[in-house]
């Protein structure tokens, strides 16, 4: 086959739809920006870090998170080759997660069905939340709201949940703040969303889907990272496992418009780099797999385009709702091994998650980079840049990269010091910011950052601005997260489900069969007769009605029968 198409991103999306693609025997190219692929996925080498003949550190746009309930990315992983197996063989499980805070206390959270009394005990204590003094009335509150969301019809979700923001349906606003504490600032915390924007059909079913790998007998748990570096053990093996089958790789390109003409896109200008000069990309079709901002951009740009395809008029609207998830790397001389899984400092104002990264990696030599001293590596999240620290005193997007180092250091100390675990300033070897994150020069006033990698937020309301992978242009596709998708949230799952949507779309105008396999979220068999129930009586207009099952006072009951039998 000689069709060819060009794929315009070279993040997960992209790489996902010329893995899809080169399949069925397309001639595919793919073009980025950057002169290493994988996109916001991506890890990097920290510049001018090693010395005496090692290699840089290794540095990354933020940490990589795999929940079970994954699995276009976990097939498609599965077809990369790597050494005797495939990339997905370097996915690990955790056991455990921590919540805590900078005041000390924490809350271990299982990731996975209980197999120990003691396991089973630390999901009893995450259910009734007394570790931090969650009043009993709202944490029966919002057991009976999860309910309410595990019962509700799909039909009840994609419409009356989906105009609702999280922070309204579990009425945050009339309950003590360490309910907020406990259970809106998890929101933030796992996809940096502020509770308030964000829909509650989206939180709703991305929690249902991380506590179904929970209470799920056979599943191996909702939390997985790599065991190395991502580029290193996936994204590079990826490259070139389809520069094998025969896809093209062109970096340091900067897409700019995109040429229309009798409803059809007749080619793309873009910019290289490298020369400093302009260039037409052609090709029989395009794939636009770039982030929603840059998808403005670029539609924006693009004379006549939305006379054409009015489905994209509402990606412009949906470029506003982006929040800032970006990584902060910090590198100690000292060993702490004492976290398993991720760390959600709950207090945190600016919402910190953070993993020791090398009781993952346990075949990445530290020693070999930087300057050998390395023992830890705390890869942290960012979440909240609009609210003032507890150290410098203002928000993260004011800050300049020094200050907020100081803060994230000053956090973690604290927190991790709460714990019976002293760090000083000198155990700090050094530390990385994720390079998009920049100051803006046209503020001179005052420190104010930009950032050329923010995260789609899936505010209420948003599904109807969200358009299709294919368009009605015939030959534009489109393999983004902001598509609509079953996975319904900004993620490498989403970007690779997009993919696959837009793979079968080019099938289709080619008349090929469609190989890309979709995967729909079922909710568990035994939830079937509620959605019945709520079904009939969201069609006749009426409200959900039902009871929670799960009564505090009963896994209080049974976690201290736990206890008693460890005494």
């Not at 924006?300 to 994209?312: H, K, Y």
């Not at 090929?512 to 979220?521: G, M, N, T």
Request: hydrophobic share 40%; proline share 4%; charged share 25%.
């Amino acid at each position: 086959m000689n069709t060819s198409v060009a794929v315009l991103g070279g993040g997960v999306g992209g790489l996902s739809v010329a893995h899809e693609l080169v399949k069925s025997g397309f001639s595919v190219t793919v073009y980025d920006k950057n002169s290493i692929w994988g996109g916001k996925a991506r890890s990097m080498p920290v510049p001018a870090s090693g010395t005496d003949g090692r290699a840089d550190l290794p540095g990354e746009h933020g940490y990589r998170f795999f929940p079970g309930f994954y699995r276009h990315i976990d097939e498609t992983m599965a077809e990369i080759p790597y050494k005797a197996g495939s990339v997905l063989d370097n996915l690990v499980h955790t056991k455990v997660n921590l919540m805590t805070r900078t005041v000390g206390g924490e809350q271990v959270v299982v990731s996975r069905f209980p197999r120990s009394l003691r396991e089973l005990e630390n999901f009893l204590d995450f259910m009734i939340l007394d570790s931090f003094d969650v009043p009993q009335a709202d944490a029966q509150f919002f057991s009976q709201r999860i309910w309410q969301l595990m019962t509700s019809c799909k039909e009840r979700r994609d419409t009356e949940y989906e105009q609702r923001s999280a922070w309204e349906m579990l009425d945050a606003e009339n309950r003590s703040e360490n309910y907020r504490t406990m259970f809106i600032e998890q929101v933030r915390a796992l996809v940096a969303a502020d509770p308030r924007k964000i829909s509650a059909k989206t939180a709703g079913n991305i929690f249902l889907k991380l506590m179904s790998d929970i209470i799920n007998p056979g599943s191996h748990g909702n939390d997985r990272l790599l065991n190395g570096p991502t580029n290193d053990v996936w994204i590079d093996p990826w490259v070139d496992y389809l520069t094998d089958k025969g896809v093209t790789f062109i970096s340091g390109v900067t897409v700019q418009s995109l040429e229309t003409d009798s409803g059809r896109i007749t080619g793309v200008v873009a910019h290289d780099n490298e020369t400093s000069r302009d260039l037409i990309i052609n090709a029989d079709y395009y794939v636009l797999a770039v982030p929603v901002e840059r998808a403005a951009e670029i539609i924006r740009s693009s004379a006549g385009l939305l006379d054409t395809a009015q489905s994209l008029r509402g990606i412009g609207k949906l470029a506003d709702e982006v929040e800032w998830m970006n990584g902060l790397q910090l590198y100690l001389n000292k060993d702490i091994d004492h976290y398993s899984g991720h760390v959600m400092i709950m207090d945190s104002p600016w919402s910190l998650t953070f993993i020791s990264q090398l009781p993952f990696w346990k075949d990445f030599d530290i020693s070999r980079y930087g300057d050998g001293s390395i023992k830890t590596l705390l890869s942290v999240d960012i979440s909240d840049w609009h609210r003032d620290g507890l150290f410098v005193n203002k928000p993260a997007e004011h800050c300049t990269p020094e200050e907020i180092k100081d803060e994230v250091w000053g956090q973690l100390k604290a927190t991790i010091g709460a714990h019976g675990i002293e760090l000083h300033d000198n155990d700090l070897v050094t530390w990385f910011l994720d390079p998009a994150v920049s100051a803006d020069t046209a503020v001179q006033s005052h420190t104010h950052n930009t950032n050329a990698e923010p995260l789609l937020i899936n505010t209420a309301g948003s599904w109807k601005l969200r358009p299709e992978a294919g368009t009605e242009i015939t030959n534009l596709m489109l393999a983004a997260d902001y598509i609509r998708t079953d996975t319904d949230l900004a993620t490498m799952e989403a970007a690779n489900e997009a993919a696959r949507r837009a793979a079968n779309a080019i099938c289709r105008g080619e008349q090929l069969p469609e190989h890309s396999v979709i995967h729909e979220w079922k909710d568990p068999a035994w939830l079937h007769v509620f959605h019945i129930y709520d079904r009939s009586r969201f069609r006749r207009g009426l409200a959900w009605k039902g009871y929670n099952p799960v009564r505090i006072k009963l896994a209080g009951m049974l976690r201290s029968l736990l206890r008693r039998l460890w005494r």
